[in-house]
């Protein structure tokens, strides 16, 4: 399977299944898009009558379809599907988990208009996870890590940072339990910046391996939806906090995340107003909430989003060769190295190699799933109960869903979000098929950047 597209003046084929990229004349593009179905003469009338402006000669047409047949035989042109029967097999047996998301603190100081865990509480009643609930949560991951040695936890909530001294003792104990099992803990905390203050951007600089700051981008915008209890907006408050913060940072990790939705369709000036401000490391995501809501992207914001991905990948490249670039999380993609085909095939590990655990320690598949009893798994004292859902799982994979058969970004996505899915047709192994559409713009993008930083470097 191949996809082909133009876009910023590159024309791109993709081979699924191999993950090479070529970036080709036009000859070569329309010669690729024949190759399959098109006899050596057709192709060779069709083209050199196509491009007899440019004197494109019969020889010529040849030589390009016999570079076409190698790389065909050197596995990088239209190559066979060799995994799906090794999808089943990757995760059947392997109840390793590798990562938590603690959800220290089912509570929140801001009243989020677009909250999917309305305001923190996820439907259920405010609460703050204890240390010894976080404490046998870490523990449960020790025990059920096998012979990994990083393992991975996400203070999450609600807002973590009101209970902020729960968070610290957390890390500590996991700290001193590193050696004794030959454990590396990668902590990170996903906060909306009101608490900050200079002792806990001392410690995160120390202790977490990322932290996520949420900012919507443009004042007007962010202070729409993002507001406290007295229904101030929340800008002003939060953007001198994170400044300091990745000012202190230095080359530690973190991104800057925001929420795009109906209001904000043009949500590159937001990105490139997070941009301005100095936030190298950017994330904006599509709002996920109830097609009702006056929020909710529509299919006529579709055509509307693809030109905005376009326009962020085209400002990106010229940031980029004017020495002030930055990274945009959906576009950070390495077409040498990964992800592995594990990955490719089995995805984020949700409900199996990675869980979400409440305030008193029931587990869910991920923070997405929480408060939803058809998904409780069990708890951090006697582990997953529910051996049926984590099953069912292990089954969530790219192969098990038959939209994604002839789809020829599913190796990039992995079968997408199995909560999304959920909430777009009730089935985590369902289709969100406003996402998808996005997801596939996105790649496109992303793959454009890199042929285009490939053709710099010659």
């Not at 179905?37 to 069709?46: G, H, L, R, Y």
């Not at 000036?269 to 100095?278: Q, S």
């Not at 905005?308 to 020495?323: C, H, P, S, T, V």
């Not at 997953?384 to 859902?389: A, F, G, I, K, S």
Request: proline share 2%; aromatic share 12%.
């Amino acid at each position: 399977m191949i996809h082909q597209y133009k876009q910023n003046g590159f024309n791109i084929v993709i081979d699924v299944y191999s993950g090479s990229v070529h970036s080709v004349d036009d000859v070569a593009y329309d010669i690729i898009s024949m190759y399959e179905t098109q006899s050596t003469d057709a192709i060779c009338e069709k083209i050199t009558r196509k491009y007899a402006d440019r004197n494109v000669t019969n020889d010529e047409v040849l030589k390009c379809i016999a570079d076409i047949k190698q790389l065909k035989a050197e596995n990088q042109l239209f190559t066979n599907d060799i995994y799906e029967d090794k999808a089943d097999v990757l995760k059947s047996k392997n109840n390793v988990i590798k990562a938590l998301c603690l959800h220290v603190a089912h509570t929140c100081n801001l009243n989020c208009t677009y909250c999917f865990a309305s305001q923190g509480k996820y439907q259920g009643d405010r609460a703050l996870m204890s240390f010894e609930v976080g404490k046998q949560a870490l523990d449960f991951l020790i025990a059920n890590s096998g012979t990994r040695t990083n393992l991975e936890v996400d203070f999450f909530g609600g807002e973590p940072l009101m209970n902020w001294e729960v968070v610290k003792q957390l890390v500590a104990y996991g700290r001193s339990q590193e050696k004794e099992h030959n454990k590396k803990f990668r902590f990170t905390l996903t906060t909306n910046g009101i608490l900050i203050n200079d002792e806990i951007i001392e410690f995160c600089n120390r202790e977490m391996h990322n932290v996520v700051l949420s900012l919507d981008g443009r004042k007007e915008v962010h202070d729409r939806l993002r507001k406290d209890y007295k229904g101030n907006g929340s800008y002003e408050i939060i953007v001198p906090k994170f400044i300091e913060f990745v000012k202190k940072r230095g080359n530690r990790n973190y991104y800057v995340r925001g929420t795009y939705t109906h209001n904000n369709v043009d949500f590159t000036n937001d990105i490139f107003h997070m941009a301005d401000l100095g936030f190298k490391e950017l994330s904006m995501e599509p709002v996920v909430c109830a097609p009702e809501d006056p929020y909710a992207l529509t299919k006529e914001d579709l055509p509307k989003l693809f030109e905005q991905y376009e326009i962020l990948a085209n400002e990106m490249i010229k940031r980029d060769k004017e020495g002030n670039g930055f990274t945009f999380y959906h576009y950070m993609i390495d077409l040498a190295h990964g992800p592995c085909i594990y990955k490719r095939i089995s995805g984020c590990g949700s409900g199996t190699e990675y869980l979400a655990v409440t305030p008193w320690g029931e587990l869910f598949p991920c923070h997405q799933f929480v408060g939803d009893p058809k998904y409780s798994m069990g708890n951090v004292i006697d582990g997953v109960t529910n051996t049926v859902m984590r099953e069912n799982f292990r089954k969530c994979n790219v192969y098990s869903r038959p939209e994604c058969k002839n789809c020829w970004a599913k190796l990039y996505c992995s079968g997408g979000c199995a909560a999304n899915a959920y909430h777009a047709t009730g089935e985590i192994n369902g289709i969100y098929e406003y996402g998808c559409e996005l997801f596939k713009k996105r790649m496109e993008c992303a793959i454009m950047i890199q042929a285009e930083k490939a053709s710099r470097q010659g």
